[in-house]
């Protein structure tokens, strides 16, 4: 339970349901799409000037796509099964008609006239879509601030981080503001906040959601749009709306389940390492076979690969903007410097390590079907602060929090974040699972087995 939640803690409301309750409820005509959304602007009206995780709305947009919804649904028609249903767009994601700042004051003056693909699936089926949600600047850090809309926080504890980069998206959902999100992960930016507020994020494999008519790419081809929800029924709601070709399953045999507590020698808090034991434990007692892999060295070139990749990226946006020097944040700014500075030698150096790490996953998942880790390292940090300076007393660096995440989106796999035990103090922990490429519906599957098996720390209500 939340800071916000034991503030404004009322009878169970429209705001606090998920999309599939939702949807059953339009069906029986219990409640309609208007009234969802009204519930929902309230209650982001009650607690969004605390997280400050909503940055702008589509009002009239809104009201009127949920007037039609209603109207289908009292016609038997709805479109999808997201219909009626209120959803957050990530910030870096372009809708039209809303601002598109992507965090930074480069972008502080765009307004996209057309919607990116997984906008427009999203809008197609019925989906309400009423606002953005904040991002750190140009989604490349692990929390979420930035220079035109300040911090987001968590609903947890308003004083610490959500994580990031769809810092505002899990904040927006785990504190009732529409029950499902948007976002993006390009290197763990949905499943790690997701481990932050007691949510489920799916990253699905590369080019199972397209993506078109949306910012430049600047994370090779590692960033993929996906849901943030309350559980695992609703990440399948969005998919089978945003994705190509998925069809949902369930498990009809035992897994083998390789468990990495950590990757080679990186330091973990110590109550994430315990819970994320614990959900290897319910794992093996739901008959999987679960192997532990200590130590897990498969992962480690990352720790290379990903500032080249990120840095060099960002000196390449920032040759289109003259003068972005007096626009961008401080550390931004030396990223991109560090990025020009680097020879095209190292960028090709990491493509050449990726390939390698992904022949190693590819005899890996002969053997194994999943991968269970935790889903970050630490607990949530001061709001304001880039990163945890230490995990489990030892000092780390502006990734020492992100080790278990980005080795998914280079070699492309589908990965999810699920709530475990949370903290002695009730701060939220994740446990990841990661799949084979295209194995998306097993991954699903086995965290819905998991979720079903067990109480799990709630989203605040």
């Known amino acids: 339970m939340s800071a916000i939640a034991h503030a404004d803690a009322p009878a169970a409301t429209l ?52 007037a039609a919804s209603t109207r289908r649904w009292r016609a038997g028609t709805p479109l999808s099964p997201l219909d009626g249903i209120p959803v957050s767009v990530k910030d870096n994601i372009l809708q039209a008609g809303l601002p598109a700042t992507w965090g930074s004051r480069l972008y502080r003056e765009f307004v996209p006239e057309r919607d990116e693909t997984p906008v427009a699936r999203l809008r197609a089926g019925g989906a309400v879509l009423f606002g953005k949600t904040n991002v750190p600047e140009f989604t490349l850090q692990g929390y979420t601030d930035n220079l035109v809309f300040g911090p987001t926080r968590n609903p947890y504890d308003v004083a610490l981080t959500p994580g990031g980069s769809s810092g505002g998206a ?71 709306v945003i994705a190509d070709d998925f069809a949902p399953t369930v498990l009809h045999r035992p897994l083998a389940i390789l468990f990495a507590p950590t990757f080679a020698a990186a330091p973990v808090d110590p109550e994430i390492a315990a819970s994320v034991a614990e959900a290897a434990g319910r794992f093996a007692a739901l008959g999987h076979r679960v192997e532990v892999a200590d130590p897990f060295l498969m992962a480690e070139p990352m720790l290379e690969i990903w500032p080249v990749v990120s ?16 626009a961008i944040s401080p550390s931004l700014l030396e990223m991109a410097a560090q990025g020009a500075a680097r020879p095209a030698t190292d960028y090709l150096g990491a493509l050449n390590a990726i390939a390698a790490m992904g022949q190693d996953s590819a005899g890996l998942f002969e053997t194994f079907d999943l991968i269970l880790t935790p889903s970050a390292a630490a607990l949530p940090w001061p709001a304001t602060e880039p990163y945890p300076a230490r995990i489990a007393g030892q000092a780390v660096g502006p990734r020492g929090h992100a080790v278990f995440t980005p080795f998914a989106n280079v070699l492309g796999l589908p990965a999810v974040s699920l709530p475990a035990r949370p903290s002695a103090r009730g701060l939220p922990i994740g446990v990841q699972l990661v799949g084979a490429p295209r194995a998306d519906a097993l991954v699903l599957a086995a965290a819905a087995q998991y979720e079903a098996a067990g109480e799990l720390d709630v989203p605040p209500s």
């Open 311 to 326: 840095q060099t990226a960002l000196a390449w946006l920032m040759q289109g903007h003259p003068g972005f020097e007096h």
């Open 15 to 66: 705001w606090n349901r998920t999309a599939g309750q939702l949807a059953q409820l339009y069906a029986r005509g219990e409640a309609t799409p208007e009234q969802a959304l009204a519930a929902v602007l309230e209650r982001l009206d009650a607690v969004n000037p605390r997280l400050n995780a909503v940055i702008a709305l589509d009002l009239e947009g809104a009201l009127a796509a949920a």
């Open 170 to 240: 899990v904040a927006a959902v785990a504190a009732g503001i529409g029950p499902l999100a948007l976002g993006t992960d390009g290197g763990g930016s949905i499943r790690r906040p997701a481990s932050h507020t007691g949510l489920v994020g799916f990253k699905p494999s590369r080019g199972l959601v397209p993506r078109a008519h949306g910012f430049p790419t600047i994370l090779h081809d590692f960033e993929v749009a996906g849901p943030l929800a309350r559980d695992v029924s609703d990440v399948v709601r969005m998919l089978r």
